[in-house]
């Protein structure tokens, strides 16, 4: 059964270092999708693309993060610096359209 | 804007009994409404959707959920709880029409199935 793949699984970073997340989708599923999940919440978008065009960033703190899908098919979140309150999972999704989503496993991001 | 209530922080059953896990959800026009289930240091994994249609559905591992339009919710249901059902439990929404396909998700509902 084909997954959602990411990396790295966990990260530990100090304050102010820049760190980046990957993300391979589902084969042939255009929606692209990055969640942030802090502890004991739901996950909340950050960003979404279709192919490789962002849709929707509006919940993306645009200061420090950033988000690409070059091709279209994989893609990179970056938070560069790191702050404290960043710490949190770090889920990516995928979709054919505006069906039901596929989540990776996450990366757990701490920062110290 | 939309927004899913789950009011039961925690769930407790015993193994074999009927499972209820509640959502409530608010949204403009007819609703996509979603269960996932995440296990720990897990991503989340889908259970059923209510799309339009029969408004008891079916999903995996024996789970269903019933959509009732009047009191806008969607409670997950499991007729005999199992031991491995034992996880955090989402309830999710998305506004119909295209363009972004945003999932608004609950806070969550830890599960625990007791022996």
């Known amino acids: 059964e084909a997954e959602v793949a990411q990396s790295p699984r966990y990260k530990i970073t100090e304050k102010s270092q820049a760190v980046a997340f990957w993300c391979d989708p589902i084969?042939?599923?255009?929606?692209l999708y990055w969640y942030r999940q802090i502890l004991g919440q739901g996950p909340e978008l950050l960003v979404q693309?279709?192919?490789?065009?962002?849709?929707?960033d509006s919940q993306l703190p645009k200061d420090r993060f950033s988000a690409e899908r070059l091709k279209g098919v994989d893609s990179t979140l970056k938070i560069q610096p790191a702050e404290l309150g960043d710490s949190a999972m770090y889920l990516c999704?995928?979709?054919?359209?505006?069906?039901?989503?596929?989540f990776g496993p996450g990366t757990r991001l701490t920062v110290l | 804007a939309q927004s899913v209530a789950q009011p039961e922080d925690q769930v407790n059953v015993a193994e074999g009994n009927p499972l209820t896990v509640k959502c409530t959800y608010s949204?403009?026009?007819?609703?996509?409404l979603f269960w996932y289930v995440q296990y720990p240091n897990r991503g989340l994994q889908f259970l059923l959707k209510?799309?339009?249609?029969?408004?008891l559905v079916k999903g995996s591992y024996g789970f269903e959920a019933e959509f009732n339009k009047s009191q806008t919710s969607f409670h997950l249901k499991k007729p005999s709880a199992l031991v491995s059902d034992s996880a955090l439990y989402f309830c999710?929404?998305?506004?119909?029409?295209?363009?972004?396909?945003?999932?608004?998700f609950g806070k969550g509902t830890k599960l625990s199935v007791i022996p």
């Open positions: 949204v403009s026009g007819n609703p996509y």
């Open positions: 999710a929404v998305r506004a119909p029409g295209a363009g972004s396909y945003q999932l608004t």
């Open positions: 084969s042939g599923h255009a929606t």
């Open positions: 999704a995928s979709s054919r359209a505006g069906n039901e989503q596929f």
């Open positions: 209510y799309i339009t249609g029969d408004n």
């Open positions: 693309f279709q192919d490789e065009s962002v849709v929707d």
